[in-house]
C-alpha cells in the first residue's frame, strides 16, 4: 500500500467512527511509522496522535498474527498520565479494535478487582494505562508473564510526564519492562514542545536511535494580544456591579469575539481565577452558555462540561491547563487565554486546541490586563509564532525515584538482585545515564538503614513485609496534599487552602490573599485542618492562595520584556516614537498605549527604567524593592540570597516576595539601598549555590519537600500527616543522607535558577548591567506597584470600592469582638462583653468605679497580677510590669470610655498606641476608624517578625 492510500484508508476508518482531526494522520501520510523504530509523534493537542499511532500498530499486530508467529499475552501497552484520559482513550479506541479483532482494555486504580482478575487470566492485546498503574504490575508474576509479549509501548503525552517525577519513574520502569520483553518499539506522542530532540531521547532511552515526526503547529494563526480600553457602558456596568472597569472591558471583549464562533476554549492560569472568571460571566451576561472545567471538580462535572462542548451546548468553556492534555472535545473554533499565558510552549498547546479540520486557522486571542502582562504576553506570542519555545527540565537523578525502582526491580527478580545488574539497568533509562554507582549505594543504604532491603556483599534483598509495603505504597511520586478550611473571626467559610500552602505560609501573623481579598492569619488548627483568619488591608506581604498553580515566567522572556521597557524609554527621552519597538509585536493599538504610557509615568516621576540592562533598587517604608527582569525562578533564588545576606550582616530577620521583574525584602525597619545595592554588585555567581544551600533548610518550603521525599524513600510512612515539629526533628535527623540531598537538587531545579542567576551576577561584574539607586521621595515608583498592590494585577478578583469596604469590616469585626472588662479599682468586678455590648461610660456595678480595664478574655496573667496588687502582696518584675500596663489601660478607659474599649480591641495596640490615637482629633467615626486601620497595618507589618 502506498503513503497516499494508507493514509485515504486510515482517514476513511477513522472517519467512518466518527473522527474528523486529520492534521496528525496527514503527517504521517508523508513519514509513515515504520515497525521497529522508536519514534515521537509531535502534533498539537487534539490533533489525531493517538488514532494515526495506533492504527498502524494494530495493522502490524493483525500481520504478525497472520503469520502465527503472535505470543500470548499483551502485545501493545498505551501509557497516559491520567486515569481520564485512559478511559477518553479506551472509548475512542474500543470500536476500532472490535472492528479490527484487537481486544482493547483499560486498566488503573479505579479498575475493579473482579476486572483485574479477568485480564490477568485472559489479557487483551492491548492494554492501556498509567504510569503508577504499571509499577503496580510489573512485579506480579501472571501480569509480568503476559507482559514479556509486549512488542510496541505506546506513551500518551510526552510532553507532560517529561517535566516531573513521574517521567523518571516511567523511564525506570520502561527499562524493567525491556528487562522481560526484550527490546521493543517505543511510539511517544506530543503536543508541541521546544526540545523534540530531548524528548525523544528521553522516550527511546539512553543510547537507542529515534526519530522525530513533527507537525507544523501553527501553519495558518490569527492571533493577537488585546487590553481593551473600557467604554461608558463598561463604566456603567462595572459600578453598577461593583467590578472594575478593566475587567468588564475584558470580558466584553471576549463575549464579543466568542459571539463570532461556534466554539470557545478560555484558558486561565489558575483554578480561582477560572472560578471568579465564570462567575463574573453569569453576572455581566446571564443568557451566555458557559461552563467550568478544572482539576478541583468532580469527575462528572469535568466530563459533563466536555461533552455539552463536543455536541454544541456550550459556546464558552473556562478551563486551566486541566484541558492542554489530549482529551476528546470535539472541534473548537477560538481559544482565548486570559492574562498572559507565561511560557510560549504553553500558549503553542493552548491555541493548538483550534484549527484542526482541513485547511484550518489557529485562532487565538490574549486578553491582557497591567502592563508586564501585556508586554510578556506579546513576548511569548511572537516567540511562539516564531517557533522560540522553552525546552523541557527534565528530573535527573532522582534519588526517591530511584530508590523505589530498586527495590521494584528486585521485586521483578524474585525479590533480590545485585547492585551491579541494577546499575545496568537504571543508566539506560535517559535520566540516570549519568547515574554514579556511589549514588545508586548510598540509595541503598538508606533503603537498609530504613528496613525496607538487606544489602549483602553488593546484593540487595527486599526484607518481608516491609519492602513489599514500602514499594507498592508508593507507586506515586505526587504528594498527597490535604486541605484547610479557611474560617473567618464570625466563623464563617472564606474558602479553603492547599496543604502545601499552609506549611509555607501558615505561621499567625502571614496574610495571603483569597477570593479577591487579604487575609491574616491568626491561628492553624493542624488537627482539625483549620485556618482562622480576619481582613486586612492589601499589603506587599500577602501571598496568592494559588501560588503553587503559578506557571513561571522564564528568564529569556522576562529579559526581553525589560529590553522592550528600555527601548520605549529611549525613544522617549530622545524625543522619538515609543511605539516603534512593538512594531514587530501582535499587540493591538490599545494594549500598545498602556504599555508606552507606564514607560513614560516612570520617567515622568523621575525615577529610572528597570530593564534588561538595570536593576533598580528603592525603598517604601520597610520595603525594599530590587526590579530585576529575569523570570521568576532567578527573582526567587535573588531574594533568598539578599534576604540570607541581610540577616548575616544586620541580624533581623527578612521576609521575601517576587514576581518575573521585581522582588521585595519585608523587614522590621527599612533597609538602606546603598546597602542593598552593594550586596547586589558584590554578588559572585560561584558562590550562590553555597550560600543557598546554607540556609534553604531553614525554610517552610525545604520541610515541606524533604517531608515529602522521606515519604517516598520510605523514612515516614505514607499516610502520616505533615507536622511542623516532626518535619524540624526529621530534618536534623536526615542532614547529609540521599533524602537531604534529594530535596536540595528537586529545589535548585523547580523553584531556583542558578544557571541563569549566573549570567546576571557575571553581567553585572562584567559592567553591562547595571545597579542603581532610585532617588529617595517617599514613594514607590509607577513600576512597583504591581509587587507593593500584589491584589491589583488580579482584578478579576478584585472588589472595585475597597476602602470603605475595609472600614465596614473592621467595624464589624472590633463590634463583635469578645473582651473581658475588670475593675482595676477594688477588684471585685469582671465581666465578659462584646464591644457593641460595652456602655459609652463603662462603670462598676459594685463600687460605682469608672476605672475599668479592658483585657483579652484569654488574658489571664493580667488579673492575677492584678488581683495581687489590690490585695497589697509584693509583685515580681514581671507581674509589675504587667500591672502598670493594666492601670494604663484603665486610666484610657475612664477618661475617653468606650473609644478607649474600640481601640484597644484593634490588633496590635496596647495602652501606648491607644494614647497616640486617642488624642488625635477626629472629625467622625470613620477618622478615628481610619486611624486605627493604619495603627493595624503598622503593627501587621513588623507582625511577622515576632516569635
Not at 3 to 18: M, P, Q, T
Request: hydrophobic content about 40%.
Amino acid at each position: 500500500m502506498s503513503f497516499r492510500e494508507y493514509s485515504s484508508a486510515l482517514a476513511r476508518e477513522l472517519e467512518s467512527l466518527g473522527f474528523q482531526r486529520p492534521t496528525a494522520i496527514q503527517l504521517l501520510a508523508q513519514k509513515p511509522i515504520l515497525e521497529g523504530e522508536n519514534v515521537l509523534l509531535v502534533a498539537p493537542t487534539g490533533s489525531g496522535k493517538t488514532e494515526a499511532a495506533v492504527f498502524p500498530v494494530f495493522e502490524s499486530l493483525l500481520r504478525v498474527r497472520g503469520s502465527g508467529g503472535e505470543k500470548p499475552g499483551i502485545k501493545i501497552l498505551y501509557i497516559t498520565p491520567l486515569r481520564a484520559l485512559n478511559r477518553d482513550i479506551f472509548r475512542r479506541l474500543k470500536e476500532l479494535g472490535r472492528r479490527l479483532g484487537v481486544k482493547v482494555e483499560v486498566r488503573h486504580g479505579d479498575t475493579p478487582a473482579a476486572t483485574r482478575r479477568i485480564q490477568a487470566l485472559k489479557p487483551p492485546d492491548m492494554l492501556i494505562t498509567t504510569p503508577e498503574t504499571l509499577q503496580a504490575i510489573l512485579p506480579g508474576k501472571r501480569m509480568r508473564r503476559h507482559l514479556k509479549a509486549v512488542r510496541w509501548v505506546i506513551v500518551d503525552e510526552v510532553h507532560e510526564v517529561l517535566c516531573d517525577k513521574r517521567g523518571a519513574q516511567l523511564a525506570l520502569s520502561l527499562e524493567r519492562l525491556r528487562r522481560a520483553a526484550g527490546e521493543f518499539q517505543r511510539i511517544g506522542l506530543s503536543a508541541t514542545l521546544g526540545s523534540p530532540e530531548e524528548a525523544g531521547r528521553f522516550l527511546a532511552g539512553a543510547g537507542r536511535s529515534f526519530k522525530v515526526l513533527e507537525a507544523e503547529s501553527f501553519r495558518n494563526v490569527e492571533a493577537q494580544v488585546e487590553s481593551p480600553h473600557p467604554t461608558r457602558e463598561d463604566l456603567k456596568r462595572a459600578e453598577e456591579y461593583s467590578l472594575p472597569p478593566g475587567a468588564v472591558a475584558r470580558i466584553r471583549r471576549l463575549v464579543e469575539a466568542s459571539e463570532l464562533y461556534r466554539s470557545t476554549l478560555v484558558f486561565t492560569n489558575t483554578r480561582e481565577h477560572a472560578e471568579a472568571l465564570a462567575v463574573n460571566l453569569r453576572r455581566l451576561y446571564p443568557k451566555l452558555s458557559l461552563g467550568v472545567h478544572h482539576g478541583s471538580l468532580s469527575r462528572e462535572a469535568r466530563i459533563e462540561a466536555e461533552e455539552k462542548l463536543k455536541e454544541g451546548f456550550l459556546r464558552v468553556l473556562i478551563c486551566t491547563s486541566s484541558l492542554e492534555l489530549g482529551i476528546d472535545i470535539g472541534a473548537v473554533d477560538l481559544v482565548i487565554q486570559y492574562h498572559s499565558p507565561r511560557q510560549s510552549v504553553r500558549l503553542v498547546q493552548r491555541l493548538g486546541r483550534s484549527g484542526h479540520r482541513i485547511g484550518g486557522t489557529v485562532r487565538g486571542l490574549i486578553l491582557a490586563s497591567w502592563p508586564d502582562d501585556i508586554l510578556e504576553a506579546g513576548v511569548l506570542l511572537r516567540r511562539a509564532l516564531e517557533g522560540w519555545l522553552e525546552g523541557p527540565i527534565m528530573h535527573r537523578e532522582a534519588l526517591d525515584v530511584l530508590a523505589h525502582q530498586l527495590v521494584g526491580l528486585a521485586l521483578d527478580l524474585g525479590g533480590r538482585v545485585s547492585l551491579e545488574a541494577a546499575y545496568k539497568v537504571f543508566r539506560r533509562a535517559e535520566p540516570f545515564r549519568r547515574l554514579e554507582a556511589e549514588s545508586l549505594y548510598a540509595v541503598a543504604s538508606q533503603l537498609e538503614a530504613e528496613g525496607k532491603i538487606r544489602l549483602m556483599n553488593g546484593n540487595v534483598k527486599v526484607r518481608v513485609p516491609g519492602g513489599y509495603r514500602y514499594y507498592f505504597e508508593s507507586l506515586s511520586t505526587i504528594p498527597e496534599v490535604s486541605s484547610f478550611l479557611v474560617v473567618d473571626y464570625a466563623g464563617r467559610r472564606v474558602g479553603s487552602l492547599d496543604q502545601e500552602f499552609v506549611v509555607k505560609h501558615g505561621k499567625p501573623g502571614s496574610q495571603f490573599i483569597l477570593k479577591g481579598s487579604v487575609w491574616q492569619i491568626l491561628r492553624v488548627d493542624e488537627e482539625r485542618r483549620l485556618v482562622e483568619v480576619e481582613p486586612v488591608e492589601p499589603s506587599p506581604a500577602a501571598v496568592p492562595a494559588w501560588e503553587g498553580e503559578v506557571i513561571p515566567v522564564p528568564f529569556e522572556a522576562a529579559l526581553e520584556v525589560g529590553e522592550l521597557r528600555r527601548r520605549i524609554g529611549e525613544e522617549l527621552t530622545s524625543g522619538g516614537d515609543p511605539l516603534n519597538p512593538l512594531k514587530r509585536y501582535p499587540i493591538s493599538e490599545d494594549a500598545r498605549e498602556k504599555t508606552v504610557l507606564a514607560v513614560k509615568e516612570q520617567l515622568e516621576e523621575g525615577f529610572p527604567v528597570p530593564s534588561d540592562r538595570l536593576i533598580l533598587v528603592e525603598n517604601f517604608e520597610n520595603y525594599a524593592l530590587v526590579h530585576g527582569c529575569f523570570g521568576d525562578r532567578v527573582n526567587r533564588a535573588l531574594s533568598r540570597l539578599l534576604a540570607a545576606l541581610v540577616t548575616a550582616r544586620m541580624g533581623v530577620e527578612v521576609a521575601v516576595q517576587s514576581d518575573p521583574y521585581r522582588l521585595a525584602l519585608i523587614s522590621p525597619r527599612p533597609l538602606d539601598p546603598y546597602f542593598l545595592a552593594r550586596e547586589i554588585e558584590g554578588l559572585k555567581a560561584e558562590d550562590a549555590r553555597g550560600l543557598l544551600e546554607a540556609v534553604l533548610d531553614q525554610t517552610e518550603l525545604f520541610n515541606w519537600r524533604l517531608w515529602n521525599n522521606a515519604k517516598r524513600f520510605g523514612v515516614v510512612s505514607r499516610g502520616a500527616e505533615y507536622r511542623l515539629r516532626e518535619a524540624q526533628m526529621l530534618l536534623k535527623a536526615l542532614k547529609g543522607t540521599p533524602v537531604y540531598r534529594e530535596t536540595l537538587r528537586e529545589i535548585f531545579l523547580e523553584d531556583l535558577d542558578l544557571e541563569n542567576l549566573g549570567k546576571v551576577l557575571a553581567w553585572i561584574r562584567s559592567g553591562n548591567l547595571k545597579v542603581e539607586v532610585a532617588p529617595q521621595g517617599g514613594k514607590p515608583s509607577p513600576l512597583a506597584l504591581p509587587l507593593l498592590d500584589k491584589i491589583a494585577p488580579h482584578d478579576l478578583l478584585r472588589p472595585a470600592f475597597e476602602r470603605g469596604e475595609a472600614l465596614e469590616i473592621l467595624k464589624a469585626r472590633i463590634a463583635s469582638k469578645l473582651v473581658r472588662l475588670f475593675c482595676a479599682y477594688q477588684g471585685d468586678w469582671e465581666t465578659l462583653r462584646k464591644v457593641e455590648n460595652v456602655p459609652e461610660k463603662p462603670r462598676c456595678p459594685r463600687c460605682g468605679s469608672t476605672l475599668i480595664a479592658v483585657l483579652n478574655p484569654q488574658d489571664r496573667d493580667s488579673l492575677k497580677a492584678a488581683r495581687k496588687k489590690l490585695s497589697g502582696r509584693k509583685l515580681s518584675r514581671e507581674e509589675e510590669r504587667l500591672w502598670l500596663s493594666l492601670w494604663r489601660n484603665a486610666s484610657l478607659v475612664q477618661n475617653y470610655g468606650k473609644r478607649a474599649v474600640i481601640v484597644m480591641a484593634a490588633r496590635g495596640i496596647g495602652p501606648a498606641t491607644a494614647v497616640r490615637l486617642l488624642r488625635q482629633p477626629h472629625r467622625s467615626e470613620n477618622e478615628l476608624y481610619q486611624a486605627i486601620l493604619k495603627a493595624e497595618r503598622e503593627y501587621l507589618r513588623t507582625r511577622i517578625f515576632w516569635d
